[in-house]
């Protein structure tokens, strides 16, 4: 992202009592600091609290297995063209097996083709979901098949909580981390 950082990390010496805590409990927590989205989250501490229990949840503890929640991530991450989620996130999906075909063709803005069946019924999902805001029979019917009414429910989750992170550092202007392997995200048509 070219644009300056509204919102870059707080001065330690200026936190509050409550920023402090926060603070705290994500660097001794799985995430090992105060990164990415929580960076501006910080200035809403109540907020970061929950937001970063829910995040912990659909990262670390939910019924989809990790290559569908990070393929999810990827798709997010491209509808937003937010910088911070790519460069973090392409890496995880392709660790836990998602191709680079199928990340190639996300950054384009192309749907992938070929596909296995679980990662077809979650880019269904996601794409009816962000162009018609809900799915159909089909896609439903499809997604239940995959990853039954849990799996499903996760994966609505996991694409509505980084949709939110990714809009909040949007606005943020948070800038990405170097990622190795990692192409910059450009714009694109989507």
């Not at 990262?59 to 297995?65: D, H, I, P, T, Y």
Request: charge should be negative.
């Amino acid at each position: 992202m070219n644009a300056a950082v509204r919102m870059p990390p707080l001065d330690p010496a200026t936190l509050d009592e409550q920023q402090r805590a926060v603070a705290k409990a994500l660097t001794d927590g799985p995430r090992g600091g105060v990164k990415g989205p929580f960076i501006p989250l910080l200035r809403s501490p109540a907020l970061v609290e929950h937001v970063g229990k829910l995040g912990e949840y659909l990262r670390f503890g939910s019924a989809l297995e990790p290559r569908i929640s990070e393929l999810v991530m990827v798709v997010v991450a491209r509808e937003w063209t937010n910088a911070f989620e790519w460069a973090v996130h392409v890496p995880l999906a392709l660790k836990n097996g998602v191709a680079r075909a199928t990340i190639d063709a996300i950054a384009e803005g192309r749907r992938p083709t070929g596909l296995p069946a679980d990662e077809a019924a979650a880019c269904a999902v996601c794409d009816e979901l962000a162009r018609t805001r809900g799915v159909s029979d089909t896609t439903y019917r499809e997604a239940i098949e995959r990853f039954g009414e849990r799996g499903l429910i996760d994966l609505l989750a996991v694409q509505g909580y980084f949709a939110m992170v990714c809009a909040i550092m949007n606005v943020a202007h948070s800038p990405a981390p170097a990622a190795e392997g990692v192409a910059p995200l450009r714009s694109c048509p989507l």
